[in-house]
Antibody, heavy 120, light 110 residues
Framework: QVQLQESGPGLVKPSETLSLTCTVS????????WSWVRQPPGKGLEWIGY???????NYNPSLDSRVTISVDTPRNQFSLKLSSVTAADTAVYYC??????????????WGRGTLVTVSS | QPVVTQEPSLSVSPGGTVTLTCGLS?????????PSWYQQTPGQAPRTLMY???IRSSGVPDRFSGSILGNKAALTITGAQADDESDYYC??????????FGGGTKLTVL
């Protein structure tokens, strides 16, 4: 069974860069797409973007200018960087595996999530 | 960016049937949007329920079913149970790997 675990600082100052890492166990990071999803307190889910193990990426247009997602194949990890954060970026951040095949693309395995608070 | 619409809240009696829908502001939802559904209870990570419109994820009971109803994707729960009380989110695939979440439906079983 694939398992995902987020890690990183729980508190980030405004205008700084939020950095999170997701460690994948129970399976290889190769041959898959990997996404980040976030959820502000009391609100709904928002897809942030994905990276393929090959390095190709795509991001939510509303976050595109601030987001970088990358895969570290030797470490079986992928990461999220979100720059110039504000209080609006306070959320639980989930790392998720994408399942893609002909006629389908959905999110299948989820991490437990990690709360990141933006505050001075 | 397209807006994916869901009922903000619904209620169902134990043993009853309820249908949650997932619409699109700018188009009719079809199987080409690869509708998927996720269940989330408070404090927990989402759980994948349904994908590719009507395929249940591993371990999901068959009282959950997916379909296209009219111009929307739909998730139907037949014989609702108390532990079905959750938030439910649909996701539509917009092409090029881009996915958009609906705002979520809070389902109450009472």
């Amino acid at each position: 069974q694939v398992q995902l675990q987020e890690s990183g600082p729980g508190l980030v100052k405004p205008s700084e860069t939020l950095s999170l890492t997701c460690t994948v166990s129970g399976g290889s990071i190769s041959n898959f797409f990997w996404s980040w999803v976030r959820q502000p307190p009391g609100k709904g889910l928002e897809w942030i973007g994905y990276s393929h193990y090959s390095g190709s990426t795509n991001y939510n247009p509303s976050l595109d200018s601030r987001v970088t997602i990358s895969v570290d194949t030797p470490r079986n990890q992928f990461s999220l960087k979100l720059s110039s954060v504000t209080a609006a970026d306070t959320a639980v951040y989930y790392c998720v595996r994408d399942h893609k095949e002909v006629g389908d693309w959905h999110l299948d395995f989820w991490g437990r999530g990690t709360l990141v608070t933006v505050s001075s | 960016q397209p807006v994916v619409t869901q009922e903000p809240s619904l209620s169902v009696s134990p043993g009853g049937t309820v249908t949650l829908t997932c619409g699109l502001s700018s188009d009719s939802v079809s199987t080409n949007y690869y509708p998927s559904w996720y269940q989330q209870t408070p404090g927990q990570a989402p759980r994948t329920l349904m994908y590719s419109t009507k395929i249940r994820s591993s371990g999901v009971p068959d009282r959950f079913s997916g379909s296209i109803l009219g111009n929307k994707a739909a998730l139907t729960i037949t014989g609702a149970q108390a532990d079905d009380e959750s938030d439910y989110y649909c996701v539509l695939y917009m092409g090029s790997g881009i996915k958009v979440f609906g705002g979520g439906t809070k389902l109450t079983v009472l």
